[in-house]
């Protein structure tokens, strides 16, 4: 059963990748360039693997592992069209409405995975590429709570999860990978709408019920202290910042939010002795954030640019809104060059945002 489950799953996907490879072909997707490119485009990934993984994972899960094969083939095919930069040239260029040559392309990392730095950084070292990892100071600090992976690890190991949530009694079924991958989905959406104790009381459940340690997720893939000082002596690598515990930010008070991202930025620049001067949201989606969050970066005022998960483009326009903005994110279940032109072209966002060229709030 688990079996043909996965078969159906990995149909759907692969049919809604054919379906999008073959719209590349067609003649009219010329036509948006011209409104909804913009001047260039920030890409988002979070993890580097040597290779795919089997089918036996929860889809989203797959969805943020990109392998080290297509990474590069994605940077030797960027290059040839555009101008690959660092997030301080992407904030020039915001500031300074120079008409460009070439559109530009930034690519940045989340969270602070030691894969960008064993996987990763050498691609990049090899072609010359500037790209930027955005730390979650817990993650070095070994306090992370990896969760995400845990619960991967329980639904695919169990037919039913069970926990108590504000005295009420979850069952989540997890037999079929469609159930599966369901219910992960569920769980997440949740776990992140969760205040911090509520997120931790489940947690500890999640943990004592179904034998699981969350410290060894993290030991086992986070980047350490000198392993992001090592990469941030290069001049191809900046740091940002992704607050100190990945936490979704309205689920927090303003002081709250405000000694998230300070103490993050303040002992960032303390253990790389460099200026931290880029942000981006945990989680980051119209879901996590809203204008109240970043009004408080507004506020805060110590970023050249703060970015989200947003699907989009960047435009001019964005000069006014560079404490939000979007960014397109490499899927690990996409990896194909048609794809990301589609994306790039601003035909996709364009459809996902309803023919909204600027993504702000």
Known sequence: MLKQESLKTNLMSNFKNHVIKTLSYLPFKYGFQPFYSGEGTILLMHKIVAKKADSRRIELMEANEVDTIFLEKMIVHLKKTYDIISLDDVHKRLEYSKKNKRKFIAITFDDGYKDNLNLAYPIFKKHNVPFTIYVTNSFPNLTAKLWWYMLEDIVLENPEIIFLYKE???????????????????????????????????????????????????????????????????????????????????????????????????????????????????????????????????????????????????????TNFKNSLPRIQVLGTQQDILILNMYLSGFLPALKNKFKRLVTV
């Open 168 to 318: 009420k009694k979850y069952r989540f079924k997890a037999v079929s990978k469609t159930e599966k991958n369901k219910s992960f989905i569920a769980i997440r959406e949740l776990l992140i709408d969760a205040s911090k104790n509520e997120l931790s009381h489940i947690l500890k459940q999640l943990e004592y019920t179904y034998n699981k340690n969350l410290a060894n997720y993290i030991k086992a893939e986070a980047l350490n202290w000198g392993e992001i000082t090592k990469l941030a002596k290069d001049k191809l690598v900046t740091i940002g910042c992704h607050t100190v515990n990945h936490l979704s930010l309205k689920t927090l008070s303003e002081k709250e939010i405000t000694e998230e991202v300070i103490k993050s930025k303040d002992e960032l620049e303390q253990k790389t002795e460099i200026e931290i001067n880029h942000f981006a949201y945990p989680y980051g989606t119209f879901n996590e954030i809203g204008e109240r969050e970043i009004n408080i970066l507004d506020r805060i005022n110590v970023f050249k640019t703060s970015t989200t998960t947003r699907t989009g483009n960047i435009f001019p326009q964005h």
